[in-house]
């Protein structure tokens, strides 16, 4: 299994990672950090759709451990994600009925790596993750995958609504797993090319997100407690998929 994150320090240094194609997990700034190398920093994060955050001098120096950071600290990513238009344009040609798995912001990493071991085992095609908000595929999350964060197709969009209207755009219908509908996921038609949806540990899904859906459905809850853990839900519903395609 790949070493946990590493981590680049300095302006310049981050900017010649990311323009060699090195994967990045995310970019931390210093706050109200000014001139042309940063501006060309944040150019480059944008285009691709990297996380970063800006935070005070004392989070740099405690992430760089007081080596000479320049104002900016990068960790590095220990798997490659790929690009969307490049995965749908490869899976749609030589499938007729995918299936994609669309996380709405899961905050927790191991949650993360279990929702990610299951979709491997129920063959999902690709997982899409938004850029910011979303847990890091760190080592804790592969761990808990169990190697299925190497093995998946995994693409990462600045909002989930335009992986949605992407995926729409091509026909795929769009299943929010969400409780906020009367219908249960047994009553949805999943031998049609899918992409479910699944949401955050506390909010949810978004309400742009489940207004652009094709369909919603839940869970039945016959106990006491009013929720399943997200990655437990989230292999009931893919292993629904399963179940119809037979």
Known sequence: MEQEATKIFGLRAILEAIDS??????????????????????????????????????????????????????????????????????????????????LDQISDVRNLGAILRTAECTGVDAVILPTHGSAPINADAIKTSAGAAFKLSICKVHHVLDAVYQLKALDIQIVSLTEKTQNLIYDIDFKKATAMVIGSEDKGISNTVLKNSDEKGKLPLLGSIESLNVSVACGAALYEIVRQRG
């Open 21 to 102: 194609g090195k994967e990045i997990e995310k970019v931390y700034l210093q706050k109200e950090i000014q001139g042309s190398l940063a501006k060309a920093l944040q150019h480059s994060i944008n285009e691709h759709k990297i996380a970063y955050s800006y935070v005070p001098l004392e989070k740099l120096n405690k992430l760089s451990k007081f080596q000479n950071h320049q104002g900016a600290v990068a960790k590095t990513s220990p798997i490659a994600f790929k690009d969307l238009d490049t995965v749908l344009t490869q899976i749609m040609e030589v499938k007729k009925t995918p299936l994609f798995l669309l």
